[in-house]
């Protein structure tokens, strides 16, 4: 037994009698805990899954020691990552994480924790098993229109620079639908170059680099014979390789000039003997060009077996205009703003991820030269007027249009673009739309999953299985090493939690981080979206009415 006594700043005598005194200097650190941000896991999953991240908490300094775990036959660390070092069965894993810094007090410091396999996932993903399609950027893109103004004609938003920046930082497009109904072929052989100047001036500030252009000419076949639209295709063409813009690759001709809903009222032969001759134009001047046709509005409506026969390899895309849920003027006279009159279930459903537009067109083509062309539908939205189309019900439809029409599609998709970028006179537009008052700092939910998917959910697909009800998810590799999951709950009132398994391809390592939008998110029923990281891959919590995007690299 000994006695110390010290005294202190204040000379006052402190005196006490132990067997054992602990000598700390000023200034040395103390660990005080340690913790693991997940402690469950998918049994059978495989070794390397990781489990959780690990902390370790200290008073007058950071920990930057060694951190070991107990039981080294089922699990690892690897840097700050607890990781399954073989597959476990279903069951709890008790284990003693020690964390070791030389010279701290408290040191090794030993916590416990129970570790659980999960009897069995819900969801799984194997990358490597491609399912032969692969996810293009273009499949988030936007379309600019004529009509994005109140009332149209005015000048085109791009040359706003506060859309511009809005567009740099939220949508970033790898796709751009220039509507036919801009007329700038007709323009350019008018002369008239201010739309013109506009749009080419300035659409590349906020796009992805490469951003693939699909360029609408002919708009009406009203405003000349075959051969007028033709030369004058041609000629905008010319103009186009000439002055920078040989890159833009793509001509959309015509807009709805079919006998169909809000179009033109033209018939089949007339459509197909105007395409044929502005096709044959834009050929001539770069054979490499890929016209895309026919101006419908319904998939299959033109682009039928006797459009196969009679416009053959000259037509390299087929495309539609999709709108599908109704707003409650539909029967009785529409108008901008009118709220929709179909139920949620129905729009995210029947219309959105068990839409058949994609099969249709298929369909219609099969056993032609052009049964298996390019698909695309350049002109999308949940609804042309109903008001929702700004909140996130317009973001979860688009998600799920998207998303199902790819999966349920024979090759898949090639391009979609969501109308329109930006504007006052829709409700549903990207930026500055009709609820936001034109305010071009304001973004909608659609705009904003677009945005995201176009920068981080691309690639090959790889196969998913599922048992969960009313949730879709696409899984992507964008490069050999890196992964990324589009989740969406589209259940109108059940949230969901998701056990994703990755059965072969590869595990996540490192941080994961994670996106989300959806009626939860702040600002709802126009939402923001919120970031952050997920922890592992066993316990995904999703929303209703949400859509998650988690990314990572795979090792």
């Given at each position: 037994?000994?006695?110390?006594?010290?005294r202190?700043?204040?000379?006052?005598?402190?005196?006490?009698?132990?067997?054992?005194?602990?000598?700390?200097p000023?200034?040395?650190?103390?660990?005080?805990?340690?913790?693991?941000?997940?402690?469950t896991?998918?049994?059978?999953?495989?070794?390397?899954?990781?489990?959780?991240?690990?902390?370790?908490?200290?008073?007058?300094?950071?920990?930057?020691?060694?951190?070991?775990?107990?039981?080294?036959?089922?699990?690892?660390?690897?840097?700050?990552?607890?990781?399954?070092?073989?597959?476990?069965?279903?069951?709890n894993?008790?284990?003693?994480?020690?964390?070791?810094?030389?010279?701290?007090?408290?040191?090794?410091?030993?916590?416990?924790?129970?570790?659980?396999?999960?009897?069995?996932?819900?969801?799984?993903?194997?990358?490597?098993?491609?399912?032969?399609?692969?996810?293009n950027?273009?499949?988030?893109?936007?379309?600019?229109?004529?009509?994005?103004?109140?009332?149209?004609?005015?000048?085109?938003?791009?040359?706003n620079?506060?859309?511009?920046?809005?567009?740099?930082?939220n949508?970033?497009?790898?796709?751009?639908?220039?509507?036919?109904?801009?007329?700038?072929?007709?323009?350019?052989?008018?002369?008239?170059?201010?739309?013109?100047?506009?749009?080419?001036?300035?659409?590349?500030?906020?796009?992805?680099?490469?951003?693939?252009?699909?360029?609408?000419?002919?708009?009406?076949?009203?405003?000349?014979?075959?051969?007028?639209?033709a030369?004058?295709?041609?000629?905008?063409?010319?103009?186009?390789?000439?002055?920078?813009?040989?890159?833009?690759?793509?001509?959309?001709?015509?807009?709805?000039?079919?006998?169909?809903?809000?179009?033109q009222?033209?018939?089949?032969?007339?459509?197909?003997?105007?395409?044929?001759?502005?096709?044959?134009?834009?050929?001539?001047?770069?054979?490499?060009?890929?016209?895309?046709?026919?101006?419908?509005?319904?998939?299959?409506?033109?682009?039928?077996?006797?459009?196969?026969?009679?416009?053959?390899?000259?037509?390299?895309?087929?495309?539609?205009?999709s709108?599908?849920?109704?707003?409650?003027?539909?029967?009785?006279?529409?108008?901008?703003?009118?709220?929709?009159?179909?139920?949620?279930?129905?729009?995210?459903?029947?219309?959105?991820?068990?839409?058949?537009?994609?099969?249709?067109?298929?369909?219609?083509?099969?056993?032609?030269?052009?049964?298996?062309?390019?698909?695309?539908?350049?002109?999308?939205?949940?609804?042309?007027y109903?008001?929702?189309?700004?909140?996130?019900?317009?973001?979860?439809?688009?998600?799920?249009?998207?998303?199902?029409?790819?999966?349920?599609?024979?090759?898949?998709?090639?391009?979609?673009?969501?109308?329109?970028?930006?504007?006052?006179?829709?409700?549903?537009?990207?930026?500055?739309?009709?609820?936001?008052?034109?305010?071009?700092?304001?973004?909608?939910?659609?705009?904003?999953?677009?945005?995201?998917?176009?920068?981080?959910?691309?690639?090959?697909?790889?196969t998913?299985?599922?048992?969960?009800?009313?949730?879709?998810?696409?899984?992507?590799?964008?490069?050999?090493?890196?992964?990324?999951v589009?989740?969406?709950?589209?259940?109108?009132?059940?949230?969901?939690?998701?056990?994703?398994?990755?059965?072969?391809?590869?595990?996540?390592?490192?941080?994961?981080?994670?996106?989300?939008?959806?009626?939860?998110?702040p600002?709802?029923?126009?939402?923001?979206?919120?970031t952050?990281?997920?922890?592992s891959?066993?316990?995904?919590?999703?929303?209703?009415?949400?859509?998650?995007?988690?990314?990572?690299?795979?090792?």
């Amino acid at each position: 037994m000994a006695t110390v006594s010290v005294r202190d700043a204040g000379n006052t005598s402190i005196q006490a009698t132990s067997n054992t005194f602990q000598i700390v200097p000023v200034g040395t650190m103390t660990l005080t805990g340690i913790t693991l941000s997940g402690t469950t896991l998918i049994a059978g999953a495989i070794s390397g899954t990781p489990i959780g991240n690990i902390a370790v908490q200290a008073t007058g300094g950071s920990f930057n020691g060694t951190l070991a775990v107990n039981d080294t036959t089922r699990f690892r660390i690897v840097g700050n990552t607890l990781q399954a070092a073989t597959t476990l069965a279903a069951g709890n894993y008790q284990i003693n994480i020690i964390a070791t810094q030389p010279g701290a007090n408290g040191s090794p410091m030993t916590r416990a924790f129970t570790i659980t396999a999960a009897a069995s996932s819900n969801t799984s993903v194997n990358f490597s098993a491609p399912t032969g399609k692969t996810v293009n950027k273009t499949l988030w893109g936007f379309t600019t229109s004529f009509w994005e103004s109140s009332g149209g004609g005015a000048t085109p938003i791009f040359g706003n620079a506060t859309f511009r920046n809005t567009a740099n930082v939220n949508l970033k497009p790898a796709a751009l639908w220039i509507n036919p109904d801009w007329d700038l072929d007709t323009k350019f052989a008018a002369g008239n170059m201010t739309d013109i100047n506009t749009i080419l001036g300035n659409y590349r500030s906020f796009s992805q680099a490469g951003v693939r252009v699909i360029m609408g000419v002919a708009f009406q076949p009203s405003a000349g014979s075959a051969s007028t639209l033709a030369s004058r295709a041609a000629n905008f063409a010319n103009y186009l390789r000439n002055n920078g813009f040989s890159d833009i690759m793509d001509f959309s001709v015509g807009n709805l000039w079919s006998t169909e809903q809000f179009a033109q009222g033209n018939s089949q032969s007339t459509v197909i003997s105007y395409f044929n001759a502005i096709a044959d134009a834009l050929h001539g001047v770069n054979a490499s060009y890929r016209c895309w046709g026919p101006a419908q509005w319904n998939p299959g409506f033109l682009a039928n077996s006797t459009w196969a026969s009679q416009v053959g390899t000259r037509c390299n895309g087929v495309s539609w205009m999709s709108y599908d849920v109704l707003p409650s003027g539909a029967t009785s006279g529409v108008q901008i703003g009118d709220p929709m009159i179909d139920s949620k279930d129905v729009a995210y459903g029947t219309k959105g991820i068990n839409n058949p537009d994609g099969v249709n067109q298929r369909n219609a083509l099969s056993g032609t030269v052009l049964a298996n062309v390019p698909l695309a539908s350049f002109d999308l939205n949940m609804s042309e007027y109903a008001a929702e189309g700004a909140q996130y019900i317009g973001g979860i439809y688009m998600a799920c249009y998207i998303v199902g029409v790819f999966k349920s599609t024979p090759g898949g998709i090639e391009c979609f673009t969501m109308q329109s970028i930006g504007g006052s006179n829709w409700p549903g537009s990207a930026i500055g739309n009709q609820q936001f008052g034109g305010n071009m700092t304001r973004v909608s939910a659609a705009g904003y999953i677009l945005g995201k998917a176009g920068q981080s959910v691309f690639g090959p697909e790889y196969t998913v299985t599922s048992s969960i009800q009313n949730l879709s998810i696409l899984a992507v590799k964008p490069t050999a090493t890196t992964f990324a999951v589009m989740l969406i709950n589209y259940d109108t009132a059940n949230a969901r939690t998701v056990n994703l398994s990755v059965s072969a391809g590869g595990v996540p390592s490192g941080t994961i981080s994670r996106w989300e939008i959806g009626k939860s998110s702040p600002g709802t029923p126009t939402p923001t979206p919120v970031t952050g990281t997920q922890p592992s891959l066993s316990a995904i919590a999703i929303a209703s009415e949400t859509v998650v995007i988690l990314t990572g690299t795979l090792a």
